[in-house]
C-alpha cells in the first residue's frame, strides 16, 4: 500500500528577495531545508508558506505557486494588494536569513497539450502559474490568454508560443466587479474558435471563477473534462474563509 500522507513541513530561508512590478514580489527560498524537497522540477505546483503571527496564534497558511525549482531553491511570486494583508507584509518585511515553516509541495493543474486550442484566463494571484504552462508548453499550442494586472507597470514578460496571443487586461481593483468584470468581459468579447477541440484553464478571484465557468460550459457548451477553472481567493475573505466558499461551491457545481 502507498504512503499517501502529507510530508511535515519543511523550514526554508529567504535567499533573495526581488520586486518584479508594483504587485509582484519575488521571494527566492532555500537552505537545509531543501535536502528533502521532492525532486524532479516541480515548477508550477504549489507550497504552503506557514507565516508566524506576533501575539502567538496558530501560523496564517497561505498557498502559492512554485513559479521555479531549481535544485536548492524555488521562487515563489507574491501578489502584492493594496490592502496589505499579512502575507503581503510579511514578504514585503523579508530580507535574506528569514525563515519560516513551508508545507507541500502540491502537484500543478495541467493542460490539455492534446486539444486543438486552448484559452487560458488568470488575473495576478494565477499569473506564476499560467507563465510556467506558458513557457512549457509545446510550441505549436494555439489559442488566447487573458490576464488581468492592477496596472500597466505589473505587465511581464512572458515565454509562450507563438500561436498562443497573449492579452493584457488592466483592472485597478480586481476582484470588486460582479460577474467577473473586465477580465470576464474580455474572455466574452473573444471569437470563440468555430472548430476544433478546445481546453480552458483559468484561474482568478472567486466572483470571476463562476462568470468563466458559466460562460465557457453553460454558454458555449464546454464538457467538464475540457475545463480546468478554479478560484484563488475572494474579495474581502481570507484564505481559510475562502476554502470553505470553494469547497460548497464544487459540492453544488458536482450536483448539477
Sequence with gaps: MSDRRKPAP????????????????????????MDRFPEPDLSGGYVKLMISQEDGASPLIRTYTIRAHRPGDIDVDVVLHDDHGPASRWAMAAVPGSRLMVGGPGPSKPVDEQADWCLMVADMTALPALAVHLETMASTHRGAVFIEVTSEDDIQSLAHPEGMVLHWVINPRPGTADGGGPLIDAVRAWPWPDSGRGFVWGACEFSGMRALRYYTRQVRGLERRQCYISSYWKHGMAEDDHKVVKREDADQDAQA
Design 10 to 33: 519543511r523550514e526554508l530561508e529567504v535567499l533573495h528577495s526581488q520586486r518584479l512590478t508594483p504587485h509582484m514580489l519575488r521571494l527566492t527560498l532555500g537552505g537545509p531545508g
